[in-house]
């Protein structure tokens, strides 16, 4: 069997870093690219997070591509001063690394995508752990690739629970909820890993205790770039007792999606200004065969954790 080919979709914060992390250590795929987006800070900083945290993890091979800068409905993003308590000033915990010792990639991620899907076909997965901008923007230009990528295993929505932003809303979605409906509707093989699982994944600082005991540069700038997420889920009463691991744990059921349990259903996105980017099931379809989502509602956090402290730490062992 041909090994799976990744390509992660981040707006480069601290959980993005530890997916790209766990992308890196995980032992049975190829991450070929990663594509930036714009949400925890702008796209130029994301990019540039990802180029770093790259660097930091002897993956100097791994090419960064600039996805769009802003929402498919407007014509600039600001961040929100909430994305810079919970990530930092610079996405990633205030922790100062390295400039980049590379470049960006001229392509844009949007072309990337749509190359891949031709290259790779099935063998392609796709991780989306912020807004889905760059995904509906590749199916507008080549709607064929729909047809083609293998799955696409997004870290966003909630469905049995309350959003993160609203009511009904969660952050990633909330970014562009047109563009999601877009990725949700299509016929593209979906696997929504959303609040009604990561929030019950939690990474305490006795975790990151173990990487800092590493003594190497990755174990002591993840495990400072963490702290910053955990403190800053305590203060800001998100969560007392850890930091969730929303975008890890998109990867990990990516390739392992026996870590959920999942319903199968056709999805879409509200986008009008009631219940702006709530992701519910389409209750027009509600009797067609073959949905094309597996919403996860149910995961096992003690297996996901073992496997994620596992990977990750013996990765920073190494760098």
Known sequence: ?????????????????????????????????????????L??????NSLKLLELLGQEDVPVFLGLPHSSTSDHFDVMQVSKDIH???????????APKRPLEAMSGVDFYIEAAHKYGKDLIIIPTGPMTNLAAALKKDP???????????????????????????????????AANDVLTSDLPLTMVGLDVTLRTLLTKKETQQWRDLGTKAGQAFADITDFY???YY??????????????LAVGVSLDPSFVQTISLFMKVIYDEHN??????DKDRLNEPNPNVQVAVNVDKDRYLATFMDLLTNLFKQH
């Open 1 to 41: 069997m041909a090994q799976k080919k990744m390509i992660l979709d981040l707006d480069t914060g601290v959980d993005d870093a530890l997916a790209i992390a766990y992308a890196v250590a995980a032992p049975d795929v190829d991450l070929i690219g990663i594509v930036s987006s714009y949400g925890n800070n």
């Open 43 to 48: 796209l130029d900083v994301c990019a540039e």
């Open 88 to 98: 930092g000033d610079n996405g990633i915990g205030d922790v100062d690394l390295p």
């Open 144 to 178: 064929e690739i729909a047809h083609l990528i293998g799955n696409v295993t997004f870290m966003g929505g909630a469905l049995t629970v309350e959003g993160n932003v609203t009511d009904v809303a969660e952050a990633n979605i909330n970014q562009d909820a047109k």
């Open 230 to 232: 955990i403190d800053a």
């Open 235 to 248: 203060n800001l009463d998100i969560d007392k007792n850890g930091c969730a691991l929303h975008d890890p």
């Open 276 to 281: 702006y980017a709530r992701t519910i099931g």
